[in-house]
């Protein structure tokens, strides 16, 4: 695909746009859905295949796979095609899937949810990818209301979808669910997209996948294991420490020789595409952290009902859908974007020290505000992000550039929970210990985080004790969160505001120009 060439949505086939906007987003949602649905079963699922102590390795297991996937699948659709690309990881995830759900003990479930975490790899980086071949960036703000939209039905209906499917059908269908939506996927994917293939003479770059392979496995169990399973001193940790960044020191060494690098190193010398990684990593930090504590502190402390804990989101997640969709509309009306990421900087500051400020006082209607302003934030910059980062490469390295920026994201997302986990677990011991004496230490030596029936079997006192507990602990993790997110508003300042392609000084014929159509694209 020659580089100059700008795809446009608004072409002469609207009835084909939709069907592959409609396989794009049905993709994108199986992606993220995935892991909120079967969180939700886990209990059902241990009730029935056993195995309790290896329950932390369903999800790892899958994680580990998207993660390490995530950049050769970029990489395998700007060598060989996008198309056929999506088209591979669409059918491993739904074998994964139908295996997931035929599981007959809790090795074989780990073994396939990998499976299925290898094709979900690919599922989010060809979503974002065949956007940026179809979709010239000036045109592609348009569109993140949507992907913003569906990303924020996944956190809400996910508990709530998987709680109705195991309640009714067994937890074996927060699997085979999966199936019937892939195939509609599949089936428009084949049939509606046609992108012009390829064929790289260079071969995949073996040695590069493996490093960069163990390099992220590496570093995702060390924020995984750290200070749960492990000690943060332990040998273990010390060793995959040492595992991870030999790998990746070997990994960035390699890419300098190979023929076909899996991330070719020329896309960093970009100012706008490192400074887009390195938001999208706290992104992803923050994101995740605040949406694992946010539950807890209104269940525990709140007295919130953990049936509808994806609703306990629903300001935070609105308020980044609204944001999204008109940062997106101002981005494609003017083609100026700068502003977002530094109005998504202070944002996202000021949300997260609000939270911080949360006690046992705090009421529902107060807390919600705050939450509605990290998630304004979280809007101007989950999908600017990715917009700038693809207006900063060719169109040859569309598939690199993708993956690259969801892969800071998801490790960003990795490093988020562990650390903000690990120092929420420790404050929330600490002020057990202080307010409940040793009592108070039994109660969360095991884990920080208790459910709502052992909660509710508490005495009194000691039910005060741990919803000070976790006040004190989300007040120290969001805090944390605010300085992490301080080297955002940084970044966002030294963007420099490059036109975006397809507007119309990418064309160069003035005010009234059309974008050049990508040949045959739809």
Known sequence: MADTAEGVIAGKRPRSVRAVLLALMIAMMLAMLDNMIVGTAMPTIVGDLGGLEHLSWVVTGYTLATAASTPVWGKVGDMYGRKGAFLGSIVIFLIGSALSGMAQDMGQLIGFRAVQGLGAGGLMVGVMAIIGDLVPPRERGK??????GVMALAMIGGPLVGGTITDNWGWRWAFYINLPLGAIALALVTVVLQLPKKRSKAGIDYL????LTVGITAIVLVTTWGGTEYAWTSARIMELTGIGVAALIGFVFWQTKAAEPVVPLHIFKSRNFTLMAVIGFITGFVMF?????????????QGASATNSGLLLLPMLGAMLLTSMVAGRITTNSGRYKIFPIAGGVLMIAGLYLLSTMDTGTSRFTSGVYMAVVGAGMGCLMQITMLVAQNSVQMKDMGVAS???TLFRTLGSSFGVAIMGALFNHRVQDVMAERAGAVGAKMTAQSAQLDADSLAKLPAAAREAYQHAVSSGTH?????????????????????EVPLKGGPKAAGE???AAPQPMAEAL
């Open 476 to 496: 120290s993790a969001f805090l944390l969160g605010a300085l992490v997110a301080v080297p955002v508003l940084i970044a966002a300042l030294f963007v420099k």
């Open 403 to 405: 993956s690259s920026s």
């Open 143 to 148: 569109y993140q209301g949507m992907m913003a």
């Open 289 to 301: 952290g605040a949406t694992l504590f946010l539950p807890l502190y209104q269940q525990a402390v």
């Open 510 to 512: 003035g005010a009234d």
């Open 208 to 211: 590069g996948v493996v490093l």
